[in-house]
Each structure stands twice: as C-alpha cells, then as structure tokens.
C-alpha cells in the first residue's frame, strides 16, 4: 500500500511544511472551481451556488487546519521537569494511515479533500478516500488536481464498497472516518472493531436533531418559530445531517402548526435527492402507524421526492421511541405534541445520542434550564432559538454526539479539534533534546 509506504516521511515532515502543501492545494482547487463545480452539479443535482459556497469551505478549512497544525496546538505538548521526578516531554505522532470514507451530502466538504482528510493530512497521516458512488468524476478529478501536490502515496483514491471493505481491513491502516448511514457506519465499525488490531473508527451515522418549543415561546413567537422550522427541514431537501427532524411543542399550539407548515410545504416543489438510492429509502420509509401525514407531496419517480410532515403524541414518542426517531433522510418531519412542560426533560432523555439538540424558550421559562442541562446530556451541540443547519468550522464548533449520533462522542469532526483524532499521545522520559529532535524532526524541541 502506497500509503503505508509514504506514512514515515509523511510524518517527519515540518509541520510548517506540511501546512504549506495544504495551502497549495486550497489554492489549486480554488482555481479549478469554474470545472469543478459544474461537474459536482451534474453529478449531484445539487445548485451550483450552494456548491460554490461548498468548496469555498472546503478550501477555508484546509487552509485553517494547516493553520492550526503550524501552530503546534493539537500536539497539546507538556514538559514537566522536577528534581525529585523524571524529565518528562508529552506531545503526539501522527497515528498512521487513515482511510476515509466520503459522504454524499457534501462532495467536497465531507469527500476527497473534505474535513476528514483535511485533519488527517493535517496531523501527518496519508489517506486513502473510498469514493462515494453519488459523484464518482468529482471524486477522481479532486484527487487528480490535489495528488500531485503531496508526497507520492500521501493521497489515495479506491472505488466501490469491497474496495473500502479491504481497505478497512488492511493491518496497515491505523484509523478510519466514515460520514453516512447508520446501518451502513455501524457495519463498518463492527468490522474495524473485528479486526486483528482493532482501529479507532470516527463514524458520524444519524440524528434527528430534535427541536423543543415551550408555552412561552409557542405563545409569543409561534409562527415564525413554525416558517423556521419549514425552511430548516427542507433546505437542501432535508439532506444534511443537521436537519432538525422532529419538532416537539405544546397540543394547544399543535394545529397552528401543522397548518402554518403544511401551508409552507404546499409552494415548494420538491425535487431530485442526491442519489435513487436514496430517494428510494425516502419512499419505502414511513413513520409509524401512530404517526398521522399532516402533508405528503406526489411521490414521483427516479430521484424526486417532495415535503411530507406527519404527527404524533408525546405518549406514542414514550411507547415507541425507536420507531418514530428513526432517520428519514430527506424533507420528512415530525411534530410531537406534548401535554405537560413538565414532561420535555423526560422526553429529552429518552431521545438518545444526537448531533445537535435545540430549544425555542423565552429567557425566562423555567423549565429551560433543567431543559438544556438534559440536552446536553444527550447531543453535541445545544442551539437557543435558533435552527441546527449550518455548521461553522471555528475552533468552538462540536460536531458529534453520543451513538448513535456518532461511534466516538469525544470527538468533533468539523474544526481544528478534528486534527487530534489522528494524533496518537506519547510522553518520552527522561530523552535528551538531542534524540528528541532526530525522533520528531517536525517541531523545535526546547529541553
């Protein structure tokens, strides 16, 4: 495996050398933007604005991460020197090869040269990308633009899914990251766990992205809390892993609800979803019995799909949780109506691991506090009246979550702080800065 082979020098390399390639790949795919972005739009179906805003923060962050990796920062380096105590130095090495598999939502900021990659080169580890089938050309035109730019063996491209399998399953790989469906994330982590060598596997798999209204703000603020929620649920066709999927606000408030939605769901007309695998999976999966349609658009045919909205009872939430929050990828959402504020801090916990988790209260409610203690109990990011799409890659941004939300809760996989799940800690004791600086070549070592 090239990448094995490129692994030791890869990770010797300065680090401000290394963040120098980064920026000279933004720069190439920044300048390759006019073919790239047509290519992605034909392949994915998706607006060539949103994706030009997609590759501007693809670039943004490999420039950033380069950044942070120049800094020293994810090292997380500690001396500690006592008379009476050995010379201790803490820092990290890169973990080793890393095999990335690309999502379909984003073809460039969660693909070829997408966050994962971006922190796995950032902390010295080459990568192998399984492609994703929804833009195979993309994928192989990224890589043929961004190769070139590293050390041979640095970036590697497979296809197909026995592809990614063996890949996976090489001893030569050290740590996998995954961005996809649940069934499909949790079958690869159960196989990188069955490994001779089980590997860390950084798998994002499925949130519903639950969004709490109280009284107070059903009261003052219903109606535009109920067009925001329409537009968040449907932006991109309800395909991004943030769409909040399930709306719980109070039964008095229920009908003006669903009436306000429906009413925004009845001008929008749908359209294609990123692959027919996945229009097919939004076709053959349907809330529960105990779920009413509220709004269910013509199912059309291929990769089409319109806006559907269905209801239920906090009760049949309680009876039957697995059932109504499993994913339905795609512009599908579910209100719940609860009978008790008093109950939202239950609710809340029964709900299990999420991305985001989001509260629409007044300052004053009472039960927001216990409300977004809970929350935070269960997801990685927790929103105040506002809406979980849109994920800003700052240096405070979480993205992850308990499982299922995610297989390594300890961890974000957008900003800096991605970078160190590819840094392996080691402390060396009692080294002479001689040795140190041959065995880590990449920073200064000041003993």
């Known amino acids: 495996m090239a990448a094995s082979a490129a692994a030791p020098a890869f990770a010797r390399m300065p680090v401000v050398e290394r963040a120098a390639l980064m920026h000279r790949v933004a720069g190439a795919l920044d300048a390759a933007a006019g073919e790239l972005v047509p290519l992605a739009a034909e392949e994915t179906r998706l607006p060539a604005v949103r994706l030009t805003g997609e590759l501007g923060r693809t670039t943004f962050q490999l420039r950033l991460y380069a950044d942070e990796i120049a800094s020293g920062r994810p090292l997380r380096e500690r001396h500690d020197q006592a008379e009476s105590s050995p010379d201790l130095f803490r820092t990290a090495v890169p973990i080793g090869p890393v095999v990335v598999f690309a999502a379909s939502n984003f073809p460039f900021a969660f693909s070829v040269l997408g966050t994962d990659t971006a922190a796995a080169l950032a902390a010295g580890c080459p990568v192998v990308v399984k492609t994703h089938p929804g833009h195979p050309r993309l994928s192989d035109r990224v890589h043929e633009i961004a190769a070139p730019l590293f050390p041979p063996g640095t970036l590697g491209l497979v296809h197909g899914e026995q592809e990614g399998r063996e890949v996976l ?5 050290k740590a996998a990251a995954f961005t996809g469906s649940p069934a499909g994330g949790r079958a690869l982590f159960d196989l990188a766990a069955s490994r001779p060598e089980p590997i860390p596997f950084y798998g994002e798999l499925g949130s519903v992205n639950p969004v709490f209204v109280t009284r107070a703000a ?19 066709l309800g395909q991004f892993c943030t769409k909040p999927g399930v709306l719980i606000l109070p ?11 429906a009413q925004a769901l009845d001008g929008h007309a749908g359209g294609d979803l990123l692959t027919e695998k996945i229009a097919d999976g939004f076709r053959a999966h349907r809330p529960r019995p105990s779920a009413r349609a509220i709004f269910e ?5 291929g990769r089409f799909a319109a806006p559907a909205l269905f209801a239920t009872t906090a009760g049949a939430l309680r ?5 109504l929050l499993e994913e339905r990828f795609g512009p599908s959402a579910l209100l719940v109506a609860y009978d008790e504020e008093s109950s939202l801090e239950a609710l809340a916990e029964i ?11 007044e300052d004053d409610d009472e ?8 929350l935070a109990g269960v997801a990685g990011r927790v929103i105040w009246n506002g809406w979980p799409t849109g994920v800003t890659v700052s240096a405070a941004m979480h993205h992850g979550g308990p499982y299922p939300a995610t297989t390594a809760p300890l961890h974000t996989s957008v900003g800096p702080a991605a970078i160190e799940r590819f840094l392996r800690p080691v402390t060396f004791q009692d080294v002479p800065a001689a040795v140190l600086a041959i065995l880590s070549s990449s920073r200064e070592v000041d003993r």
């Open 169 to 173: 399953l090489d001893p030569r790989i």
């Open 297 to 301: 658009g013509p199912p059309g045919e």
């Open 319 to 323: 009876d039957d949780p697995q059932g």
């Open 351 to 361: 709900i299990g691991g999420q991305l985001t988790a989001t509260v629409h209260a």
């Open 218 to 236: 059903a009261a003052r603020r219903g109606p535009s809390i109920w067009a925001g929620f329409a537009d968040s649920y449907t932006l991109g």
């Open 367 to 374: 039960v927001a506090p216990a409300l977004v203690r809970s």
């Open 251 to 261: 039964s008095s408030a229920l009908d003006a609800a669903a009436s306000a939605v």
